[in-house]
């Protein structure tokens, strides 16, 4: 059994008179793809806010490999050094002059040796691709290259587990791939990565596990394929079907697919799924095959 690396349990939390975090908890798996999907307003901020110790909890505990953290100065350092956390928002992030200054502040701050920052700033910028911004202000990135800093700051931290809010938030179709492809090489490389969105293709398609979270409380938790099925269920969170899944269903509705066949998780796994059902079928009806061939050469 996969152990826990970082768990909430029974978290409360509250802004001013409105319930933030209602009871919550939730298990995050070693070496895992998590997807946190739900609502804006459901809490999903405030649940990773939690998770790498910049909000405490008005109850419950957060744990990291099974022990509660403390919230002094040596607890927090832990904590963050093992979670990292990436803001949706790079500029609520980014705040030193330069790109190096900026990945290499929280390495120095934990105290490492200036040669080990060294390194692990280089090896930050090398994943991200932003070596050549390395000198490059951080107020004169575009978007893209901001939320690649962010995330350079984070990965240079060395964690545990990597948290991403929204992360495809305002990425063109070139920054989104390059994104994908850097989270898939961090997850080959050993990394428990925690993804919160309200994309519910990118959680289906990516995700190991995928949590739903409805006013501040996590109501499912599961594979993909079973959490993420239900349109009635997912409409009462403000969510919906994700759109490889629905498709699925429909051709299966209609007896294109047959019900043992599973369910594709990607567009491409969709579309090999239906080219193969058209071959079946071509195969089954060579009568139609010779008269359109026929039909054809009349015409």
């Given at each position: 059994m996969t152990r826990a690396v970082l768990s909430a349990r029974e978290l409360t939390f509250r802004y001013g008179d409105v319930a933030g975090i209602a009871g919550l908890s939730l298990e995050i798996s070693e070496g895992r793809r998590l997807a946190i999907v739900g609502a804006n307003g459901a809490g999903k901020t405030t649940l990773l806010l939690h998770l790498n110790g910049t909000n405490r909890p008005a109850s419950g505990t957060v744990l990291l490999r099974d022990e509660p953290v403390t919230y002094d100065r040596a607890?927090?350092?832990?904590?963050?050094?093992?979670?990292?956390?990436?803001?949706?928002?790079?500029?609520?992030?980014?705040?030193?002059?330069?790109?190096?200054?900026?990945?290499?502040?929280?390495?120095?701050?934990?105290?490492?040796?200036?040669?080990?920052?060294?390194?692990?700033?280089?090896?930050?910028?090398?994943?991200?691709?932003?070596?050549?911004?390395?000198?490059?202000?951080?107020?004169?990135?575009?978007?893209?290259?901001?939320?690649?800093?962010?995330?350079?700051?984070?990965?240079?931290?060395?964690?545990?587990?990597?948290?991403?809010?929204?992360?495809?938030?305002?990425?063109?179709?070139?920054?989104?791939?390059?994104?994908?492809?850097?989270?898939?090489?961090?997850?080959?490389?050993?990394?428990?990565?925690?993804?919160?969105?309200h994309d519910m293709s990118l959680a289906y398609e990516w995700a190991d596990e995928v949590a739903v979270l409805r006013d501040g409380a996590i109501v499912a938790h599961g594979d993909p394929q079973d959490v993420m099925h239900d349109p009635a269920e997912l409409a009462h969170s403000g969510l919906r079907v994700p759109w490889v899944a629905d498709v699925a269903q429909t051709l299966r509705d209609c007896g294109v697919l047959p019900p043992d066949v599973p369910s594709p998780r990607t567009r491409d796994e969709l579309k090999e799924l239906i080219a193969a059902r058209c071959r079946v079928g071509e195969d089954a009806r060579p009568d139609q095959r010779s008269r359109a061939t026929g039909l054809s050469e009349l015409g």
């Open positions: 607890g927090l350092t832990a904590l963050r050094t093992a979670v990292g956390l990436v803001f949706q928002n790079p500029d609520d992030q980014l705040f030193a002059g330069t790109v190096y200054q900026d990945v290499s502040f929280g390495p120095l701050n934990i105290g490492l040796a200036e040669g080990v920052v060294r390194e692990r700033v280089e090896e930050a910028l090398e994943a991200l691709e932003i070596s050549h911004l390395r000198d490059r202000p951080t107020h004169m990135l575009s978007y893209g290259q901001k939320k690649r800093a962010a995330i350079a700051g984070a990965v240079a931290m060395g964690p545990d587990v990597l948290i991403l809010d929204e992360p495809m938030a305002g990425l063109d179709p070139s920054g989104f791939w390059h994104l994908m492809g850097l989270l898939t090489r961090l997850h080959e490389a050993g990394a428990t990565l925690v993804v919160a969105t």
